[in-house]
């Protein structure tokens, strides 16, 4: 499985900007939990988001309550971060995550997914 992240770049404080992670390498798409991830400068890895395989619920870091949105388009097997109100202290390096296993306990644990993309730079100036 390949995560594929993009549409990052630099959006002034208040804006919006909206993530793709393109899943190829597997024709059950529906099947995987799919979360976003990130790491700002000089910091350690944090959870944001995550939309489990069942597609009925999502979870979010408090951190992003209210202004980011998960959403799956299954068809084109590719996960969408629609973030808005953005913050400076949402600058950081996005991941998507991609894994089969993940349950409820689990879903904001890095490691439990088994596949990432690249990485995509969101820079929030103020």
């Known amino acids: 499985v390949q995560l594929q992240a993009s549409g990052g770049g630099l959006v002034q404080a208040g804006g919006s900007l909206r993530l793709s992670c393109a899943v190829s390498?597997?024709?059950?798409?529906?099947?995987?939990?799919v979360a976003w991830f990130r790491r700002a400068p000089g910091k350690g890895r944090e959870f944001v988001v995550a939309?489990?395989?069942?597609?009925?619920?999502?979870y979010y870091a408090d951190s992003v309550k209210g202004r980011f949105t998960i959403s799956r388009d299954n068809a084109k097997n590719t996960v969408y971060l629609q973030m808005n109100n953005l913050k400076p202290e949402d600058t950081a390096v996005y991941y998507c995550a991609a894994g089969s296993r993940i349950i409820s306990s689990t879903v904001s644990g890095a490691e439990s997914y088994d596949y990432w993309g690249q990485g995509t730079l969101v820079t929030v100036s103020s």
């Open positions: 390498g597997r024709s059950t798409f529906s099947r995987y939990s």
């Open positions: 939309n489990r395989r069942s597609g009925v619920s999502a």
